[in-house]
Every structure is written in C-alpha cells, then in structure tokens.
C-alpha cells in the first residue's frame, strides 16, 4: 500500500497513525483467515505427501512378491568353494550332486624362439583346432615385432588369439595364447608368406608327443601350457569340457571349475529353494505395512486431553486408502495351492490393524510350501497382485494422490489470489480515508483561522471601546 503522511498541521490530529490503524483493523481479520488457512492447506499438502511416500515405500516392499521368478530362485552350496563353486536359474530342480575334478581346462600357450628382423614383410596365417583362421598383413609400416603384435591383436577375424612380447636376455620374443581354454581353442598352425626379408622364423605346426610340453616344438616356439579339456566325474560319470565353466550338464546349473580334487574326496554341491531370500521378502513385506499403518494412525488421531488432531483426522482418502489395503490383506486367495492367506504364512492381525508375524511358522511354509507360497503372492490371482491393482489409481501418475496434491496447490493459490485483492482493497481505503481526513483539516485549519480573525476583530472593538470610556 502507498504510504501517505499528514502531520494534521489544521487539526493538530495525528492523521498517519489514525488512518493506518483503521486499515489495520479492517484488514487484521481477513489476514488472520488466509494466514490460518494456508497453514492448514500447508500442513495438509504435507501430511498428503508423507502418506503418498508411505504408500510408495509399502508398494516398494513387495515388489518382489510380483515376480514369480525371483519367489522361486534357487540357493546353491558348495563343500568346498575353492575347488568348485554353483549357480543355478529358477528353471534349476533341487538336488544333490557329487564332484570330482581330475583336470582344469588350460588355454594354449607359445613362446616363439627365433628373432625377427625389423623390414622383413609379407603376410601370417593362424589356424586352430576347430578349423577357424585369419591372415594378417607385415607392411612396411608395421614390419616391428611391436607391429607385429598389434596386427593380430587387432585383426577383425581373430578367432582368439592374444599376442604379446616377452623380453628374454637372446631378445625379444612373441609370446601368443588361445583365449579361450579347450582342445579346440588349441594353436594349430602359423604359416608365413614373405615379401622382403624373412618371416618364416614364425613359422607353427601343431604335432602331438608324449609330453604335452614337447607338443608342437618346431624349433620356433615353445609350448609353455598345452591347451587341454576339463575332466571330472559327476554322479561318477566320466566327462570333459572345454571350459571350466560348465553349464551343458544340468539344466539351469552352471558349475565352476576351480582346482582338482584330491582322489575319493569329492565336492558336494547341493540345489535347493532359496527359502532365506523370501523369507526376508515376507518380512520386509510386513514391516513396512506395520510402518504404513502406524503413520495412518498418527496423522488420523485425536488427542483428548490436549484437543490436537492430527493433520488427516476424518480425511476420506485416508480412510478409504486404510480400509481397502485392510479389506485386500484379510482376503482369501485362491491360486491353486495349499496357502490361501496370510494367517498360512503366520500372519495375523492385531486389533489396531497392524500385522504379527510368526517367524516360526512362516519357516515350516516355506519349507513344506515353497511353490505355493510363491502362487499366494505372485500367483494370477494372488496377494500381491490384488495389492498393486489396489494401490494403482491412488500411486500413477494423475491418480488420487496427485490430484488431491493439485487441489491443495490450487487453492493456496487462491489465497495468493485473495491477498493480492485485499491489498488493492486496503490501499483504496487508506487513500480514501486520506483524502477525508485531509479535507476534514483543511477545513478545521480554516475555521480556525477564522475564528483567529474573530477574535482579534474583538479584541480590537474592545481597546476602542475602552478608549473612548477614559
């Protein structure tokens, strides 16, 4: 509002004071409703947020409770890691098996044993044991044995061999190894081609011998590892793999070789149904519902002998939201097992609506009902699917939650709104009570200044009258 002052120089009133008291109390009132309406809409758009975020966190703790493949993982143990370790996919059948590794898969390894003289150029072949093979070219540009390795190494039709350089006291030396273990992944032959100079000192032929380490030795490599398959017994059945992650033999099983074992020590490996992880699911369940509720009743209740109630007390979203996750947790279910609620599991209600559970009985469900407890929530008709198609017109996007937000913001912004029109009220009446006050003290200053002419008028007749009397 515009500030006008007026000392009142007429009326000796203090004109300033008296009009800004008289916009302050017509507009005191109506301050006081919007200051404690936004408090409320302000305290209301919280606890609607808080309860939002609540339902969020409760609709978060069963997420796992959807997916049936996450209900039915497995757990896998090993007797001893270090030798073997597994894995296994939902699609696994529990079991029990016993391991025995005799030999790990190896990855072929050479070390070249002739020198190579900077220029010479032409071309190398590669070839393993699967038949695959690549060809790269020595140019001028490449003609170091620093080229050399970077050529294999970066040709696109490398089949998997990685090339480095190994620097011995006779010189430096190419050193090649299959990346991938197994007899097939095995270096099978190097066949040079040259144009300047020569590169047949790269030169490779695979031949058998006695001794692994002497297989191959043509003079220009040494065979420092010799490629080999796997080989282990499970169930006492005889069997090779190329590599030492094998996951052919039992269906959704993935088994990890690691060291051989020692003889008639075999490692026991063991399949069953991961019973602790949906255990914890259940409990995880629980508590935030527990928490859920708790915040419900602290938003809804009444305090008699202080008279506060909470933020939310008689809300009829509050209360429909409570009654309807209430009304979906003490339902039946019935998808095709054994448990058809909670109280199967162990959980029941207390009287103020929060759940108990007993962990006890809920071990004894998951062991004697590990797939049926997976249908109770996940199933088609299931628990946890009645739970998130409850939840889903209040928590989606321009649902009930963000619709009720969108009301409270649109009516503090009507208090905005209802401010800006107040002020331009108020401001009108101060310059209106201004202008009133102003002409009122104008006119008092002019009668007073008559009054003052009157009075020396008089006083005047009065020294004339005494004059003519002496």
Do not use: C, W
């Not at 009720?404 to 009507?414: C, G, L, V, Y």
């Amino acid at each position: 509002m515009a500030v006008i002052t007026s000392t009142g120089f007429g009326s000796g009133l203090p004109i300033s004071d008296l009009v800004s008291q008289l916009v302050a109390a017509e507009g005191s009132p109506a301050q006081a409703r919007f200051d404690k309406r936004e408090a409320s809409l302000q305290a209301e758009l919280s606890a609607v947020g808080i309860l939002q975020g609540a339902l969020s966190a409760f609709q978060s703790s069963y997420s796992t409770l959807l997916d049936t493949s996450k209900l039915n993982s497995r757990a896998t143990t090993s007797s001893d890691s270090t030798l073997a370790s597994i894995s296994a996919e939902q699609s696994a059948s529990n079991g029990s098996y016993s391991l025995e590794v005799s030999r790990l898969a190896t990855a072929h390894k050479l070390v070249g044993q002739q020198g190579y003289n900077s220029g010479d150029t032409g071309s190398l072949s590669f070839g393993n044991a699967a038949g695959d093979s690549f060809s790269v070219d020595i140019a001028t540009g490449n003609a170091t044995l620093e080229g050399v390795r970077d050529a294999i190494n970066g040709a696109s039709d490398n089949f998997g061999i990685t090339a480095t350089i190994l620097n011995l006291t006779s010189g430096p030396r190419l050193v090649l190894t299959a990346n991938d273990t197994g007899e097939e992944n095995r270096i099978t032959s190097i066949s040079s081609t040259t144009t300047s100079g020569d590169l047949s000192g790269f030169d490779y032929s695979y031949a058998s011998d006695a001794d692994p380490l002497l297989d191959g030795d043509t003079g220009n490599y040494d065979q420092v590892r010799a490629a080999g398959d796997a080989a282990f017994t499970l169930e006492g059945q005889a069997l090779t793999s190329a590599s030492n992650s094998v996951d052919s033999i039992i269906p959704g099983v993935t088994l990890t070789l690691k060291a051989t074992t020692e003889a008639d020590k075999p490692v026991e490996l063991n399949i069953s149904s991961d019973t602790t992880k949906v255990k914890s699911a259940i409990e995880g369940f629980v508590k935030a519902y527990n928490s859920l509720q708790s915040l419900i009743s602290d938003q809804t209740s009444y305090n008699s002998e202080t008279g506060v109630a909470g933020t939310l007390q008689g809300d009829s979203l509050t209360r429909t939201v409570q009654n309807q996750l209430r009304s979906v947790l003490s339902g039946s279910y019935n998808s095709g097992g054994a448990i058809t609620s909670l109280f199967g599991l162990g959980i029941s209600s207390n009287r103020d609506g929060s759940l108990q559970l007993d962990s006890d009985k809920l071990s004894t469900a998951l062991t004697n009902s590990f797939s049926d407890t997976a249908s109770f929530f996940a199933g088609e008709n299931g628990l946890a699917k009645a739970l998130e198609s409850s939840l889903k017109g209040y928590l989606q996007s321009d649902g009930t939650f963000d619709s009720r937000t969108d009301s409270i913001n649109t009516q503090m912004a009507k208090i905005d709104d209802d401010r800006e029109s107040l002020s331009r009220r108020l401001t009108s009446l101060e310059a209106r009570l201004f202008s009133q006050f102003n002409a009122m003290d104008a006119i008092v200053a002019q009668l007073s200044s008559t009054g003052d002419f009157l009075t020396q008028q008089l006083e005047s007749i009065s020294q004339i009258s005494k004059y003519r009397n002496k």
